[in-house]
């Protein structure tokens, strides 16, 4: 049985990258303060995942002037968006043929 799916994205799957454009999927724009936070993560690895997303077409990077400061600003492409979507059914149907495979094998004690 194969496992591996056509829509794997194995440049997304990286954990954080993964993390970052999941966070970003039911939002607009997110703040890079809160994709910190909630990655729990510093400013500088987190500057150089987005970097890398942004550099591949996955999100978009927006600098904006706040009160106290500018704000970094990143949302998910459309391209972006299709290819999480694409990679999200991919990790469930390589699950769901592992479960089915697990399920047709059985175990001797």
Partial sequence: MELMDSDFDEFLHAPARLTIVALLAPAEWAEFGFLRDSI?????????????????GYVDVRKQAGTGGRRTLVRLTPWGRGAFVRHASALERIAAAAR??????SEEV
């Fill in 100 to 105: 089915g495979a697990r399920a047709g094998h």
């Fill in 40 to 56: 729990g993560t510093s400013d500088s690895a987190l500057s150089k995942q987005v970097s890398a997303l942004a550099a591949e």
